[in-house]
């Protein structure tokens, strides 16, 4: 028997949902908070699992609030544009061979993709 609230999304989906939660926020927000402005088809507990997890990733930071936490972005997540660089490079540090990643990142990018990486580069800021 199930209620819907078992309904399996991508982690990466809800991740996501919780951080744009935090990110429109006015401040820090216990888990009942994030859970109140999603929608009360998720769990507290979920919530909490995924603000745990995020926290590991080091993408939100934490503070004591009574016998819990609050939680809010850390300053260079403060966007879905951060989110994806902390994301690239989470993934480049799992690598000891970073030379051979970005190559082969770089080499599976498109022209224009190419170009803008290289402008980046060349650029002084």
């Known amino acids: 028997m199930t209620d819907g609230k078992d309904e399996r999304r991508p ?3 809800l991740e996501a949902s919780v951080m744009a939660a935090l990110w429109v926020a006015d401040g820090p927000r216990t888990p009942g908070q994030v859970q109140a402005s999603l929608g009360a ?5 979920t919530v909490t699992t995924i603000l745990s997890r995020l926290h590991g990733k080091g993408v939100v930071e934490r503070q004591r609030r009574g016998r819990g936490f609050v939680y809010f972005p850390v300053q260079d997540v403060q966007d879905a544009h951060g989110l994806t660089a902390r994301r690239m490079h989470s993934e480049l540090d799992r690598d000891s061979d970073r030379e051979t990643v970005l190559a082969r990142f770089v080499a599976q990018l498109n022209p224009d ?3 803008i ?3 980046l580069l060349e650029s002084d800021g």
């Open 113 to 115: 993709d190419e170009r």
């Open 117 to 119: 990486l290289r402008d």
């Open 11 to 13: 982690a990466g989906e």
């Open 41 to 45: 088809d998720l769990a507290r507990t």
